[in-house]
């Protein structure tokens, strides 16, 4: 496996990935993101349980991409803290030669990353420490161009990445990296909306309270953005836990209903997409 050089953990402030591996019940995580994490969840008490779906869904999505769409190289962005049943574990179950790149630009994921993402010997995993906002630095890095193919179609994750984003420059990161990868390659989305829950609203403005701390719903309309110039492939933009139903597990308490998902392939002449 080949990893990139972290750089200096800031103890002071919160960080996404961190405040996540504390909703998911992980160990990475400090005292700054514990006390973000308790606060966010008291203004949307569904917040753990909603981002223990989200990995859920990571984990019946790529065994489509890999069943059933031809996917044997994955480019996971905002991959977070390492923890059970990631994406290389999830697609080399399948196709133990899959590849995966994970991308994160928090230093403690870089850490840990060596240890914890050893994949099949037949397939190949790495580690960039870079941003979803940069794009051209992220496929710039040779660590990238070491694993994935540049012929071969790619699976694209963007998976409760792009809230933490604005919106002009989430919907530019997701063109930038679709348009540079092969054609035939394939985004997945998941992006919490308001449509669904219009507290989501109280817990955002909380979050953007929070030094080094931005989390933005969006509407429906604003996450087809994301997907311009992609094909959307069925059943289209959907809330979580209608994507695959069959597959997802019990409803219980509606959790996670205030995520829409979706998967859109890069078409093979990209100048015929819609703008």
């Known amino acids: 496996m080949e990893i990139a050089r972290p750089g200096e953990v800031d103890f002071t402030r919160p960080h996404p990935v961190r405040v996540y591996d504390y909703w998911l019940g992980g160990k990475d995580n400090y005292a700054v993101d514990r006390e973000v994490a308790d606060r966010l969840a008291a203004a949307f008490p569904r917040m753990p349980q909603a981002a223990r ?18 996917i044997r190289q994955f480019l996971d962005i905002g991959s977070g803290m390492p923890t ?9 179950e399948i196709d133990p030669t899959a590849r995966v790149v994970y991308v994160d630009n928090d ?38 161009r070491a694993v994935l193919d540049p012929d071969e ?36 989305i998941s992006h919490p909306t308001t449509d669904f829950a219009p507290e989501y ?23 087809e953005a994301m997907f311009a110039g992609a094909e959307l492939l069925e059943p289209g933009l959907v809330p979580m836990l209608a994507w695959r139903p069959e597959q997802a597990g019990p409803r219980g308490s509606e959790l996670s209903i205030h995520f829409l998902v979706g998967m859109g392939r890069r078409p093979a002449n990209p100048t015929t997409a819609a703008p």
């Open 107 to 144: 230093p403690v994921v870089a850490a840990h990353s060596r240890a914890l993402l050893a994949g099949d010997p037949r397939g190949a995993t790495a580690f960039v420490h870079g941003d979803a906002a940069d794009p051209a630095a992220v496929l710039a890095d040779p660590g990238l």
């Open 84 to 92: 059970r049943r990631n994406t290389h574990e999830v697609a080399q």
């Open 153 to 188: 179609p790619v699976g694209l994750m963007m998976l409760a990445v792009l809230p933490f984003l604005p919106e002009d420059v989430a919907v530019r990161s997701v063109r930038a990296f679709l348009d540079a990868l092969p054609p035939g390659s394939i985004v997945t």
């Open 53 to 70: 779906a989200n990995r859920r869904f990571l984990q019946r999505a790529v065994p489509r991409l890999v069943r059933e769409l031809g």
């Open 201 to 223: 609203g109280e817990f955002a403005e909380r979050a953007a309270r929070t030094p080094g701390l931005t989390y933005t719903p969006r509407s429906r309309e604003q996450v």
